[in-house]
T-cell receptor
């Protein structure tokens, strides 16, 4: 079974600064997808970024980028130029590339606060 | 707006009761997933349906059941409710194929008193 670990329960960042959220995972599969989801106080789960395991290039979406280290099974999220609206809970998630096992396995999440 | 609709948004009920949570997936999505988010367990996968049939089962209690109807909407039935069932229940949907992402509804907040 796959597991996802987010060891930092909380982090804080100054507005306009950069912050990195850590995530590690364990799997015996070679092909899979990794995601970061944002959950603001509204509770909505919002997809921030996704990474295909077969791609060596790290995914980037505007101010959000990942550092994907497949051998180390590490998948961190970097938020640049942090904004007050980035304050939320962030979840790292794993999904098998096998279509019959497409459920998401989540880490416990990290609460990010942004200081003005 | 993700296109996934969950009703109701909030539900308060007593222990021992039964409730039904409803989910309408995005138009055209065949897969529906149910997740439970609680403070102590985090986000846990409960069950997946694909085009009307159960495809995968996670940590779903025997007191809980789900189904997906011909119009692809899904219902999650929770019975003999206990205080510990209080949680946020999410529905997500996705299309077919490997390269599809899951879109989440806004969740149903269930409080058992």
């Amino acid at each position: 079974a796959q597991t996802v670990t987010q060891s930092q329960p909380e982090m804080s960042v100054q507005e306009a600064e950069t912050v990195t959220l850590s995530c590690t995972y364990d799997t015996s599969e070679s092909d899979y997808y990794l995601f970061w989801y944002k959950q603001p106080p509204s509770r909505q789960m919002i997809l921030v970024i996704r990474q295909e395991a077969y791609k060596q290039q790290n995914a980037t979406e505007n101010r959000f980028s990942v550092n994907f280290q497949k051998a180390a099974k590490s998948f961190s999220l970097k938020i640049s130029d942090s904004q007050l609206g980035d304050a939320a809970m962030y979840f790292c998630a794993y999904r098998s590339a096998w279509e019959a096992n497409s459920k998401l396995t989540f880490g416990k999440g990290i609460t990010l606060s942004v200081r003005p | 707006d993700s296109g996934v609709t969950q009703t109701p948004k909030h539900l308060i009920t007593a222990t021992g009761q039964r409730v039904t949570l409803r989910c309408s997936p995005r138009s055209g999505d065949l897969s529906v997933y149910w997740y439970q988010q609680s403070l102590d367990q985090g986000l846990q996968f409960l069950i997946q349906y694909y085009n009307g049939e159960e495809r995968a089962k996670g940590n779903i209690l025997e007191r809980f059941s789900a189904q997906q109807f011909p119009d692809l909407h899904s219902e999650l039935n929770l019975s003999s409710l206990e205080l510990g069932d209080s949680a946020l229940y999410f529905c997500a949907s996705s299309g077919s194929g490997e390269n599809t992402e899951a879109f989440f509804g806004q969740g149903t907040r269930l409080t058992v008193v």
